[in-house]
Every structure is written in C-alpha cells, then in structure tokens.
C-alpha cells in the first residue's frame, strides 16, 4: 500500500511540472500584430501573467482562451445555383429539358478579425456563392459579402454589417514553435456541431503538400494534430497565448475525417492577402524572374561540391528580369533568403510570391565554388505569366500532346539509374491513342532535347514544343533517355 502511495506522488508531481512548462515555456516569444485601420479587440491576458502552478490553473487557462476565441469564430453557409444534368428518362415523360436549376449548399468556418467585420476564411469555401450566411456564436446570423478570393493561397475574405463584435488579434506565425500547443475552432460536419473547440500540438512547419489549384498554389502549412474536419475549413488555429496563427484549410485522411494530420495557412500569409484583398481587391505578388531547376539535397550537394545540402538551382534567368538586373545567373544555387536557409523551393518560391513589389531581398547563392551576396529587388509577378505557366499550360499540352511530364530531380534520376546531376523532364503518364504513344514515347522517357535544342526543365520543355507547335511541318524530335541509352522520337503534333 504505501509503495502504491508513492508512485502516486510521483506521478502526480510529475504530471503538475509538465502541465506548468507546457504553458510558461518561453512566454516571451508572444507577440501580435496589429491591423492598420482594422482594430481588434478580443484577447485574452498572456501567459506569461498566468502562472500556472496546478493542474487546475493549466485546465482554467485553456478554458479562458477558448472562452475569449470561440465568440470570433463564424460559421459560413453558402448557396450555390448549379446547372443539372437531367437524366436521359426524363424527356419520355415530358420534360424536353437537358438540365434544370438547383441549389447546391455548403458549410465552412471563418474568423472575425476586425471590428468592422472583416473575416478570414479559405477561397475553397466561398467559392462560387451566390449567397452567403454568416452565423455567429451567439446565434445571430449576417449576409455576407466577399470582399476578394485568392485560390492560390486558399485565403478569402467576407466582410459583414454588425457592431459590437468581437475580433481575434493575429500572431505572427513565424514565431509559432514545432511542439507548442494550440486549439482548433470551427464547424466541423455540421451546423450542429459549431464553435467546436479541440487542442493539439503544432506537428510540423513550412509544409507544402501540393494540393492548391493543382501545385501551382503557394503552400506553407503549419501541421496540427487538433482534430478538423470537413467543416472546419476556414477556422481558427489559437496559440496559448490566445492568437490566431493559423486558417484551418486541409486535412490528410485515409477516412475523410481527423486522423490527425490537419493544415493550416500561416496567419502572417494570411493577413499579408487580406490586406491587399481588402486595399486592391486583388492580390499582387512579388517576382523574383527565375525558374527553379531542382533542390538540392545530399546526393546533389556531394555532386556540386557543396558543403551544405539546402537550397534550389537556378534553371533559366528572365532576361531584363529583376534576378537578371541583379546579376544573378543559371547555375547559382541559391541556399538563403533575408539570412535563412531556403529548404524546398515550394517554400521559397511562397516568400517571393508574397513579399510586395519593390521588396530588396537578399540572396545567399554559391556560384562555382564561391559565397555570394546577391540583393534583388522584386517586381511584379505579371498576370498572364501567373495565370498561364500553372495550371492552364498543362491541361493544354496534356490534351494536345497526350502526355504529361515533370522536372527530373536528384530523386527521380537515382532511382532511374542517372547521374544526380542530369536535367531534363521525365514523361509521366502518356495517352496509348496519342501519336507521340504510337511513335515510341513511353512513360518513365526521360526527354532531354527537343528539335535538338537542350531541355532542362519544364520551362524549357514548354517553350521548344511551342516553337514545334508554331513550325511548318509540327514535327517534334526528342532526344530521350531510356534505361540509360539515348533514343530519339519523332511524331507529328
């Protein structure tokens, strides 16, 4: 009995020395920022006034940031006018209809982060409303009107006519620490189920998992393991310290709901396009003028005499660009931005693209062996370029060609048996009734020259087909690479 009694103790003490660090660790790292003209008025006192020495002053803690959060969180219902197939049966019994009118509805979660009724919430959610509904915690319910989308970040932003409301003030994400805890709040699975609150941890930063508007969006997740849901699209992620850090925007399930692994968009991301949403309507993006020609990992580090294995190459340089303006040339490598390592160029590519116009950055590059400082000053990404070299472009050649492909990375080429080094685009799927199929063009090819011009990258790619496309006779030549032996395919466009 008293070796029982003991153990107890133990334990017990044991969990209060977790509950007090979980909560008082580093409390100075907090910071908010505050919105130009968008006041916020909603917070909760930080954590470094709250002392938590029991377990019930840790419970009372999450309790009051929730209580203060949850009143800030909305849940967005939208109505959709769809066109119906009607089907083939129908005409026998008198309808001549093709198709008829319906209402498709939706639920989603937002979070008021003005006075003045501005709210956060995820383009996916309010994308192609014709009404939108926002109800509050204490069930009152607003029209909605959308102020502006961004699809490529998933970010929107509603704004709503209602006074006395309270606003949640956004963290700075970047301060937003792998461990540290947060709550989830939103709707999950149904209007029954609003301002749900779970708690979690932060699991991982800077995630990119390639799901916004095909891969061509600008992905840099923060990874819970707070329960969402579908529903919760569009909520809160809340810091200890009672901050918004994050837009609750995805989940990866096996199932279709929690299984621990939900993203969300950082807030400082977030509050950079609802800034510029509300000053512009629109979004408008920083321009580095490169193309990226790979990361660089161990193998390809080992392979360019690198000593650290981080950063991206440069493939082509836009000529009378702002990369070119400043210098920077094919080949660099680029291993830091403003100071920090630059890891994935998903992620790089997202700080350029969300950094304003005019913005002097500057670039830690290697060139032939040698570090160097190189200061870019960013212009704007053009429209037609945004809109044109994603997703477009490759439906197109997908339909016209018949096949897809993508770059070759270090990756790719090990597991093909190439050199880490060796550039070019490799075929990934290829339509059996196409002629580039009929011709010899197999999937796995690794195509490195068209009309005997290199090919290094999917820009390249698509440019020489273009000047195939635009020829007399419309015969494209590639040189591929198969099993480790060059071959060449030739077939009319």
Do not use: C, W
């Amino acid at each position: 009995m008293k070796r029982f009694n003991s153990s107890l103790l133990i334990a017990a003490v044991a969990v209060l020395l977790i509950g007090f660090y979980s909560i008082d660790l580093y409390p100075e790292k907090a910071s908010v920022f505050s919105l130009p003209d968008l006041p916020s008025t909603s917070s909760v006192e930080s954590a470094e006034k709250q002392p938590v020495k029991t377990l019930q002053d840790f419970n009372d803690a999450i309790v009051d940031i929730a209580d203060k959060a949850t009143p800030t969180v909305v849940t967005i219902r939208v109505t959709q006018t769809v066109e119906v197939p009607n089907s083939p049966f129908s005409r026998f019994f008198g309808d001549p209809r093709g198709s008829q009118e319906r209402q498709r509805r939706g639920l989603g979660s937002g979070v008021i982060v003005s006075e003045e009724g501005y709210i956060i919430t995820n383009a996916h959610v309010v994308e192609g409303a014709d009404e939108i509904a926002v109800g509050l915690s204490n069930g009152e319910e607003y029209d909605g009107e959308v102020v502006g989308t961004d699809p490529r970040t998933d970010i929107a932003v509603v704004k709503i006519n209602a006074e006395g409301l309270s606003a949640l003030k956004i963290g700075n994400s970047d301060e937003v620490r792998v461990g540290e805890m947060v709550l989830a709040i939103g709707s999950p699975l149904g209007e029954n189920l609003a301002h749900s609150v779970s708690m979690g941890i932060v699991s991982a930063k800077d995630r990119a998992i390639q799901i916004i508007d095909e891969g061509q969006g600008y992905e840099n997740f923060i990874q819970t393991d707070a329960a969402i849901n579908p529903g919760n699209s569009g909520g809160a992620l809340v810091n200890m310290d009672g901050e918004l850090v994050g837009i609750n925007s995805a989940i990866a399930s096996r199932s279709g709901g929690n299984d621990g692994i939900g993203f969300a968009v950082p807030s400082n991301l977030a509050k950079s396009v609802m800034e510029s949403l509300i000053e512009s309507g629109e979004v408008v993006r920083g321009y580095v003028g490169i193309t990226m020609a790979g990361e660089v990992d161990r193998t390809m580090a080992k392979a360019l005499g690198l000593k650290n294995a981080n950063g991206v190459i440069v493939g082509a340089v836009e000529p009378d660009g702002p990369a070119d303006m400043a210098g920077l040339k094919e080949g660099d490598v680029i291993q830091k931005l403003n100071g920090e390592k630059v890891e994935t160029q998903f992620k790089f590519r997202t700080d350029i693209a969300t950094s304003s116009p005019g913005t002097e950055v500057t670039l830690g590059i290697v060139r032939e062996g040698k570090n160097m400082s190189v200061d870019v000053t960013l212009g704007e990404l053009p429209d037609n370029l945004a809109a044109n070299m994603g997703r477009a472009q490759d439906r197109d050649m997908e339909t016209e060609l018949g096949f897809r492909v993508q770059p070759v990375t270090p990756e790719i080429a090990q597991r093909l048996g190439l050199d880490a080094s060796q550039q070019g685009v490799i075929v990934t799927d290829i339509n059996q009734g196409s002629n580039a199929f009929r011709q010899g063009l197999r999937p796995r090819d690794v195509i490195v020259s068209v009309a005997r011009n290199p090919v290094e990258d999917v820009s390249d790619f698509r440019r020489e087909m273009s000047k195939v496309a635009e020829s007399e006779d419309k015969v494209a030549l590639l040189k591929v690479i198969r099993g480790g032996v060059s071959q060449y395919v030739a077939f009319e466009l």
